[in-house]
Nanobody, 127 residues
Framework: QVQLVESGGGLVQAGGSLRLSCAASGRSFSTYPMGWFRQAPGKEREFVAAISWNSATIFSADSVKGRFTISRDNAKNTVYLQMNSLKPEDTAVYYC????????????????????WGQGTQVTVSS
């Protein structure tokens, strides 16, 4: 059974940093693109960042460029999101996801293109 488990969320002051992790189990996702999305209360789930299977291609939302960095460790079947210079508007539940597009060089940026999702981890940034 495929399972994605996020961790690393929490409460942090504005300007602080957090590192989210997403560990996959049940199968290897080393040849699939992975991404991070977030959903704030009352809002749609939105794209944050995505990474190709070999880390050659990375996309980030304009709202997090220069502050958030996505990376992956295929040997550990894990994707990370390093979040620096956090702002109150970054407060949301953060979800990792995997797209069933093996070897695809361009990681998707649309929510509907992802097939596996974690349960989410809460990130709260206080002002």
């Amino acid at each position: 059974q495929v399972q994605l488990v996020e961790s690393g969320g929490g409460l942090v002051q504005a300007g602080g940093s957090l590192r989210l992790s997403c560990a996959a189990s049940g199968r290897s996702f080393s040849t699939y693109p992975m991404g991070w999305f977030r959903q704030a209360p009352g809002k749609e789930r939105e794209f944050v960042a995505a990474i190709s299977w070999n880390s050659a291609t990375i996309f980030s939302a304009d709202s997090v460029k220069g502050r958030f960095t996505i990376s992956r460790d295929n040997a550990k079947n894990t994707v990370y999101l390093q979040m620096n210079s956090l702002k109150p508007e970054d407060t949301a539940v953060y979800y990792c996801a995997v797209a069933s597009r093996r070897w695809f060089p361009t990681p998707p940026r649309l929510r509907d293109e992802y097939d596996y999702w974690g349960q989410g981890t809460q990130v709260t940034v206080s002002s």
